[in-house]
């Protein structure tokens, strides 16, 4: 298996060298020894910058180590040479450190340009906040066309592929990893300035396509921006180091035209209308319940697992837990965490009640009663 | 002193060249050698230990999906993996090769303060332990990366807290050493040994032992913000308290740069040793490499901050930051330079110290190329937190610092123990370490370029060639490790006996002066220095 698997790699490497070869390095489809292709201005700046880098670093490699492997090859004892006793010269000396200093300045200009240009993030046409949660991201559409809309976005790769109960299916998964049930959005040649900033640790809101990474950092507020010149769909994923769940959440942006991007408003703002809950309605058990399994599945189960009993040591059982039982003390935590715990105020009142609600009434806990959406409602304040 | 004191005191001497046994021997040593040796075996149990760490990472990701370890575990494999090789391995082998060589080198009996020298030995070992048995508490090991950045560290077990204390202890330690070699440095060379008559070694040395004083006690403010407010309700770096995290990154790194020098310019000072003897030449520029050295430590104090190009600091931060690290390539080129002016027109042989120097240099440019890359702001935004950047310091930190150590170890260990290493096995033990070294990292570039973002337990379909590739490599490399547990071992048993000068250095050195293995005590009267060359 791991012999079969090596040699199909290997293969694969040959073929990949030999295209690149063959292409001159200069349209690989997907990004393979390069960075990403570039669709924005600031990522084809990038892009050259780093090719001028590699071009000047390589010249000097060659020549510095030309010398050096000539002096090995030529003044080696084996080969009768003879020591020489020079060990000084200031003239020489100063040359080569007034050289490369020279380079460096030659180095610094064009980027000096670039940096400039990135961080200038006035008069975007439309600004997206993205909030880093752990381990999902959440988007505000917070100006422009599409202003209002909000949604949480997290990895839509089953968790079976992940931890191998389905290889096959993993192996043909192309976006293994790279995918999301909700992917943001926005319009081809617009200007858009996304706002991070985080709800518990630091995150890095990362699209190598686009030229952009920037920390999400709890407590304040960054921004950066991006043009998308081409149609299409970009992904990128979280570049700070999170927790457990730092490589499963994802961020995939989606390209479109103006008129397919207004289409997208109007659907999306639709879709959100209609599934909002009446917050006046009084919930029976069963409802919560099952509204409640899908809400542990999609934010509880990762820690908690989906037995409830957690992961010794680091996470705590649910299952036939004290902090459950006490309605006041489980709400409280829900909403402010506590230790490795989050808080979960970015969910709505219907959602956490809902789970609570579950957990309250799975596994070995039969509490019997519900948790109403206004009793988290009350509680936040 | 009166007579019969002196008489007393001579009564001793007869047993001056013989020296405790057993267990006392090492407990209680407080001679520079015994500790040298310590910190040595200390050093390598622990680049064991991060080494099989390292292979419990590359194991995880040798395919796509979970096989092995769960997230969690794979952080505490990272974040551990870092650790212990900086402050467990990479820094007390260092001080190892400090506590042998400077007394040796600058004509001084021991070092200044002998019985410091125990204490900053025997804190290491709880250290040590503190750290390793943190994975063995609930919620186990620190899993915020070696760098423990807030607000992540609020959200660790106990561990966390054995490892700031490990942390805490371990940095008393180098704090004493530098304190020990600054003043061993300053004050016992031999007469007639002026500063800029001083080995290259010592002088590195001497530099790395200030920026250790400067430096340390600043990780120890950071780490202990970071507990008083895990445990005592302060907000240093919670901003719902009016703290900051992105602060304590500005203090870690203001810390963690020059650490990159510490681990850095003791290995030019160990390879500046080296090149010469195998040149047959002296070396090119002495005065040059001592204040380039100088400037590359000045220099480390104002650039900490391109480590957070992306936390989102104002245009005139990046561009100060971006131009101050790019200056940093012309001292350190003026090194190179003064390496290969010295190989230049010598007359060379490849002993296994030269083959590792020479793969030093060649290595550690690259990295030190990668490194200029990476300064650029805008390109270090898009290669920030991935694998390009874990490709870049092991460059410099694998193929850097431990290669040096590696071709001081060879080249200094005929005269610790008085026996020739066998030269074939340090052959062997070079080009694997060499090849498969380049096998491991190398592709990492590629990962990282195409933006595969690092401490990932999994990984998307398009990495796996690579990432295989570098697991491959990573596991001979560490095989390749063992090559050298066996040199030493032989090499301690027996083999050919050594000379005092057994390569014949014409670098007028005067650890070639006393036999080979070097007695107990050297130097109990300061030698008389006689200068062939002149610097």
Known sequence: MIIRSLTQTLVKLALAVAALAAAGGAAAIQSRFNLAPPVTRIAEEIHGLHWMMLV????????????????????????????????????????????????????????????????????????????????????????????????????????????????????????????VDNEVVVPVNKKVRVITTANDVIHAWFVPAFGVKQDAIPGFVRDTWFRAEKVGTYRGQCAELCGKDHAFMPIVVRVVSAEDYTKWVNDKKQALAAAKDDPNKTWTLAELRDRGAKVYAANCQACHQANGLGVKGAFPALDGSAVVKDKAQQIAIMLNGKNAMPPWKQLSDVELAAVATYVKNSWGNSDGAAVQPAEFAAARK | MSAVAHDHLHGHDDHAHDHPHGWRRWLFATNHKDIGTMYLWFSFTMFITGGILALGIRTELFQPGLQVFQPEFFNQLTSMHGLIMVFGAIMPAFVGFANWMIPLQIGAPDMAFARMNNFSFWLLPPAA?????????????????????????????????????????????????????????????????????????????????????????????????????????????????????????????????????????????????????????????????????????????????????????????????????????????????????????????????????????????????????????????????????????????????????????????PKWTGHMYDETLGKWHFWASMITFNITFFPMHFLGLAGMPRRYADYPMQFADFNMVATIGAFGFGLSQLIFLWVVLKCIKGGTKAKANYFDAQDDGLEWTVPSPAPFHTFETPPKLEWKHVH
């Open chain 2, 129 to 413: 332990m503190l750290l390793v048995a943190s994975f063995f508490v609930p919620g186990g090991a620190i899993a915020a990366g070696w760098t423990v950045y807030a607000p992540l560290t609020l959200q660790m077990g106990m561990g966390m807290d054995m490892g700031i204390f490990a942390l805490h202890i371990m940095g008393a330690s180098s704090i004493m050493g530098s304190i020990n070699i600054i003043t061993t440095i300053l004050n016992m060379r031999a007469p007639g040994m002026t500063l800029m008559k001083m080995p290259m070694f010592c002088w590195t040395w001497l530099i790395t032992a200030y920026l250790l004083i400067a430096v340390m006690p600043v990780l120890a403010g950071a780490i202990t913000m970071t507990l008083t407010d895990r445990h005592f309700g302060t907000s240093f770096f919670n901003a719902a308290g009016g703290g900051d995290p992105v602060m304590y990154q500005h203090i870690f790194w203001f810390f963690g740069h020059p650490e990159v020098y510490i681990m850095i310019l003791p290995a030019f000072g160990i390879i500046s040793q080296i090149v010469p003897v195998f040149a047959r030449k002296p070396l090119f520029g002495y005065a040059s490499m001592v204040y380039a050295t100088a400037s590359i430590a000045i220099l480390s104090f104002i650039v900490w901050a391109h480590h957070m190009f992306t936390t989102g600091m104002p245009v005139t931060g990046q561009l100060f930051f971006m131009y101050a690290t790019m200056l940093i390539a012309v001292p350190t080129g003026v090194k190179i330079f003064n390496w290969l002016a010295t190989m230049w027109k010598g007359s060379m042989t490849f002993e296994t110290p030269m083959l590792f120097a020479i793969g030093f240099i060649f290595v550690f440019t690259m990295g030190g190329f990668t490194g200029l890359i990476c300064a650029v702001a805008p390109i270090d935004i898009q290669i920030q937190d991935t694998y390009y950047i874990v490709a870049h310091f092991h460059y410099v930190l694998v193929a850097g610092s431990l290669f040096a150590l590696f071709a001081g170890a060879y080249f200094w260990l």
């Open chain 1, 56 to 179: 000047i670093c390589g010249v000097i490699f060659v020549a510095v180590f030309g010398v050096m492997f000539y002096s090995i090859y030529a003044h080696r004892r084996s080969k009768g040479a003879v020591p020489a006793n020079f060990h000084e010269s200031t003239k020489v000396e100063i040359i080569w450190t007034v050289i490369p200093f020279l380079i460096v300045i030659g180095m610094a200009v064009p980027a000096t340009k670039t940096v400039v240009a990135m961080k200038d993030t006035s008069n975007a046409d439309l600004t997206i906040k993205a909030t880093g949660y752990q381990w999902m991201w959440g988007y505000d559409y917070l100006k422009g066309e599409g202003e209002g809309i909000s949604f949480l976005s997290r990895l839509s790769t089953p968790r079976s592929q992940i931890d191998g109960t389905d290889v096959a299916a993993r192996q043909a998964n192309k976006t293994y990893l790279i995918e």
